[in-house]
């Protein structure tokens, strides 16, 4: 048997070959259609890094420049395709500088598997160099973990983590692989895993929850729709828009929702949440049933939760029967696939308008871009602001961009002037908040989707966390586009600094450096602009280079986000100013 | 700007006093796979919550391969539905329940070690054994053992009836229990396989 050609046939068939542990694992990483991978070596991983220069030419390795890139890129990876992205580390150090990236996974529901090396089982508990209890440290930020001590086990383990990170509500994995059983040998033959008997990743629709919603959502006066990630996860962005458009209901996104309908949607009335638009904020504790669909009412998108909505009544779509009720209380709840439940929710839906309460979200966003947005987009002040250049991006790229953004204000601003015409376009850490996101992630969008334009969004604090992984846009020559918003502040820090700490600004000033040096220094083309003159070419040359692109943009220092809805307020208090 | 630092302050005390006025005895049921890490997968769903708990026990259950847990806590409803969401939502577990005290019917057990003269000279410990129904384990020169199973309230009693004694050793087990109502593991096992 021709060991470079394993094909799906052949692994159905069950034949079975005489192989290592490191082996089987590269042939599992093949069988589940890995074709990237990002990771970093080291002593517990490297018989598995051995065979990966055997298999160079079937799965390509990324060295990422640490750890925590690779789980991001994996997640950029994951985000755009949704198919289940894969990191790959040492032991101790190696494993540890992977849980910011599990835990952003987990939280933001990502399909992840990480493989992480393991002293030899003989060693285990006696604090071995480099030994670490990566189990019992990912524990609470894993869907599921488990460590293999023997090489018999690996292709039953490694299906299995396959299985689990993409189905369901997906999220991240860990297998744990000890030395010993990368090199001992096995008889290897590969089935993908099916069924775990304990687990049940996608509850039945039950009909006659979506009748009693269907029900609700046709006598409804004022419904709303806030819609979530569930909707991309489950591949319901069509039905979505058909239940919109047909029952004309205005539907509202959460950060990580955003993109399964297009920006330019009428339908579409923007962002809830704490930097969201004013009217769903607002409306939200008007409407008279409030339709959420594979959301889970985050504190950053209810605020406080004894004031959320609670006039309407409550429907609930989800695949998790842990979010129903955790947040707020439903008065419907459907469980279920989202492309499912929506799909028998569609044809029980009565025609409707909804004019006259639609014509309420245009009256509030007339109010919204009188106090922000104008002052955001069309600046009349000397300092360029954030949202001109995320304006001039959607300008120059039609939409038709990958926005991959950092956390912070910068963040907010992508989200809300980001104008997506696809789906899995906007590619944010959502629940965690994990700056030094973005640049990984980034490399991950585009090398799963190289016809994609990827351009990252971040900020000059969150840059810093990760810059490092320029190395690996250099080395892999991945064209994305990088452009950082520098204020020479913890700006979101500082904005609430300035609101509620008496502009005690403490720990939040930048000094930076020359970030366009640094960029050259990896040999990657940048420059930086300071005059709102000089954005649109800067933006034209860095959409037009053919590999990656640098471009720091100096904004205003001082700049704040709104809306925004203060901590422990009501949706309905959102300020303006 | 002062004004919206109340709103936290004001919902968290709210909070508060509406969790401990509610607050009951519930013991969780939990059927799992027998997996090396899920008592750690599962305690942290409680220590993410600031829960303590009164009592854990896991065994084998009436399914082979298949561990019981019990775990006895005091929380409010409304808390206890979520934790069992959570614990439901990991990969190993097959089903977990809740009840309270009135839907099971339950069991401690204990053992006390004390001084075998005690025998001899203080009389009414031969009544004290006799009337709580405890067992003598085992007896010889220096010590003797007994044996309590019952109730939380009983063993609580026999434990303050032989402390002015002077206890040697004590040592108490977690609750188990067994649920009025049915429980249909086997056929959920089933249902998963199809």
Redesign the interface.
């Known amino acids: 048997m021709n060991t470079k050609t394993l094909n799906k046939e052949q692994t159905k068939t069950a034949t079975t070959i005489r192989i290592s542990g490191s082996e089987a694992i590269i042939r599992c990483l093949i069988a589940e259609g890995v074709d990237i991978l990002y990771g970093y070596p080291g002593g517990a991983i490297m018989p598995v890094y051995d065979e990966l220069y055997k298999f160079r030419e079937q799965i390509h390795h990324v060295l990422t420049r640490h750890e925590q890139g690779a789980t991001h890129a994996a997640q950029g990876y994951a985000r755009i395709s949704g198919k289940v992205g894969v990191a790959i580390a040492t032991s101790g150090p190696g494993a540890t500088n992977l849980i910011t990236g599990i835990a952003d996974a987990q939280i933001d529901s990502t399909p992840m598997v990480c493989i992480t090396g393991q002293v030899a089982s003989h060693l285990l508990g006696s604090d071995a160099f480099q030994e670490t209890d990566i ?2 440290i990912s ?2 930020v894993t ?5 293999v001590t023997k090489a018999s086990q690996i292709p039953e383990i490694i299906a299995k983590a396959f299985y ?1 990170a993409k189905s369901g509500r997906p999220g991240p994995v860990l297998i744990d692989i000890t030395k010993d059983a990368q090199f001992e040998e096995l008889d290897f033959s590969y089935e993908k895993c099916t ?6 990743p996608v509850p039945k629709t039950d009909i006659d929850d979506v009748k009693a919603a269907a029900l609700l959502i046709n006598s409804a006066k004022k419904p709303m729709i806030v819609w979530g990630q569930g909707v991309i996860l489950g591949k319901a962005e069509n039905e979505l828009k058909s239940i919109i458009e047909k029952a004309g209901i205005p539907a509202a996104w959460t950060i990580l929702g955003a993109s399964a309908v297009p920006t330019a949607h009428p339908l579409n009335i923007g962002m809830v949440g704490m930097h969201g638009n004013y009217a769903p904020n607002v409306l939200t504790n008007d409407c008279d049933v409030l339709i959420a669909i594979g959301m889970r009412f985050d504190d950053r998108v209810t605020g ?3 004031t959320y909505a609670k006039q309407a009544k409550i429907i609930h779509f989800d695949i ?7 947040n707020v209380k439903t008065d419907v709840s459907v469980l279920g696939d989202a492309k499912e439940s929506l799909s028998q929710l569609l044809p029980l839906l009565k025609p409707n308008s909804h004019t006259e309460w639609h014509q309420k979200f245009k009256d509030l966003y007339a109010i919204e871009y009188e106090k922000v947005i104008k002052d955001d987009l069309y600046p009349t002040k000397e300092g360029l602001t954030m949202g001109e250049v995320l304006k001039e991006i959607n300008i120059q790229t039609k939409g038709n961009a990958a926005i991959v953004s950092d956390v912070g204000q910068h963040q907010m601003i992508a989200c809300r002037y980001a104008e997506f015409t696809t789906t899995r376009s906007n590619i944010t850490s959502g629940g965690l908040g994990t700056m030094g996101f973005a640049l990984p992630a980034a490399i991950g969008a585009k090398m799963s989707a190289p016809e994609r334009d990827v351009v990252a969004i971040i900020g000059d604090g969150g840059y810093q966390m990760t810059i490092q992984e320029l190395g690996t846009i250099f080395q892999q020559k991945v064209p994305v586009k990088i452009v950082v918003l520098n204020n020479e502040f913890l700006g979101m820090v500082r904005q609430w600094q300035q ?2 700490f008496d502009k005690r600004y403490a720990s939040t000033e930048m000094t930076n450096p020359d970030f366009v040096a640094i960029a050259k220094g990896y040999y990657i083309d940048a420059q930086k602009v300071t005059k709102r003159e000089d954005l649109k070419n800067a933006v034209a040359e860095m959409m037009a280079c053919e590999g990656p692109y640098f471009l720091e943009v100096c904004v205003e220092k001082e700049g704040n986000v709104f809306p925004m809805i ?4 009501s949706v309905s208090e959102v300020r303006l100013e | ?1 002062k004004q ?5 302050l004001f ?1 968290i005390i ?1 909070n508060l006093i509406r969790t401990m006025s509610e607050t009951k005895l519930y013991t969780v049921s939990i059927y ?2 027998n997996n ?2 899920l008592l ?2 599962i305690s ?1 769903i409680f220590q ?1 919550r600031h829960l303590n708990l009164d009592s854990i026990n896991i065994s084998v259950s009436e399914i082979e391969n298949v561990s019981k847990w019990t775990i006895v806590l005091q929380l409010s409803e409304e808390r206890m ?2 934790v069992i ?2 614990i ?2 990991q ?4 089903k977990a329940y809740y009840h309270t005290e009135e839907e099971t019917i339950y069991q401690e057990s204990c053992l006390f070690k004390l001084r075998s003269n005690l025998l001899f000279d203080e009389r009414e410990i031969q009544n004290i054994i006799k009337e709580s129904n405890a067992r003598i384990v085992t007896v010889n020169r220096e010590f003797f053992v007994i044996e309590k199973s019952g109730r939380k309230e009983e063993l609580e009693l026999l434990h303050r009836e032989l402390s002015v004694f002077g206890i040697m050793q004590f040592t108490r087990s977690g609750r188990i229990a067994v649920t009025k109502d049915e429980m249909k593991i086997s056929k959920m ?1 089933e249902a ?2 199809h």
């Open positions: 189990i019992g524990t609470p869907k599921w973990n488990h460590q689990i069924r775990v008997r304990s687990y049940n406080n939760l004894a998790d029967p842990a979010e129903i009720d955790k609101l509620f203060p901590s422990g307020a | 700007m919206h630092q109340v709103y936290p919902s709210q799992t796979e090396i890490g750690n997968r942290a993410r539905k979520k969401g959570q439901e939502k990969i190993e577990v097959i096992l998963f396989q």
